[in-house]
């Protein structure tokens, strides 16, 4: 997976050289149609739009929820990790708790997850990686890559959103394909 992140970040910072094209017959120059959002300019919260706009793109549980329940919750919605709200407030984040949190703390250590609280576990917001939503992709993409997590929550202020290593190889791949499709109608003349 490493080497993987690591052919992916050397290829966002390629340039694509595009040549203008020339036709002496007429003499006339025809440029390709202006760029797309580069890879450079791509943010977390372009991520975030792409997501299922019917689903929040995140799931909460609270600090004194059972483990157990967080779990059942992951399971239900087929994710790795889950936001744990304070108390009052919807919107600030504790921490988050993750499948990994689950199997070293809670099967690891011998608990039983239906007497352990969430926030026995989870990963605190003192010690929390966040990005905002203005973050360029690249920058979250390292940061979870040198930090060894899949999930980060997005704060502006408070959460707005949560985008995993899978979101955001997904965004670069289509951003790729994107870029090679523009190339292909640039070479056949068709941009136009």
């Known amino acids: 997976m490493k080497a993987f992140v690591r052919g992916l970040l050397a290829r966002a910072y390629e340039v694509p050289k595009i040549q203008t094209k020339v036709s002496a017959s007429f003499g006339c120059v ?34 004194n929820d059972t483990v157990c329940d967080a779990v059942k919750n992951m399971a239900k919605h087929n994710i790795g990790s889950l936001v744990v709200l ?40 003192s010690k929390l990686i966040t990005v905002s939503s203005g973050t360029n992709i690249i920058k979250a993409m390292q940061l979870m890559s040198e ?8 704060i502006d202020g408070k ?14 791949v289509d951003h790729q394909n994107g870029e090679l499709k523009r190339l292909n109608q640039f070479i056949k003349g068709d941009y136009y």
């Open 30 to 63: 025809t440029s390709p149609p202006p760029p797309e959002k580069g890879l450079e300019n791509l943010t977390v919260a372009d991520v975030l739009s792409t997501k299922d706009a019917d689903v929040d793109t995140w799931i909460s549980c609270r600090t």
């Open 86 to 125: 304070k108390p009052g407030d919807q919107q600030y984040i504790a921490g988050i708790v993750t499948e990994r949190d689950y199997m070293k703390k809670i099967i690891g250590a011998g608990r039983s997850s239906k007497l352990t609280k969430v926030g026995e576990v989870m990963t605190d917001e």
């Open 147 to 154: 930090n060894h997590i899949r999930h980060v929550p997005v």
């Open 159 to 172: 959460i707005v959103g949560l985008i995993s290593m899978v979101d955001v190889v997904r965004a670069i």
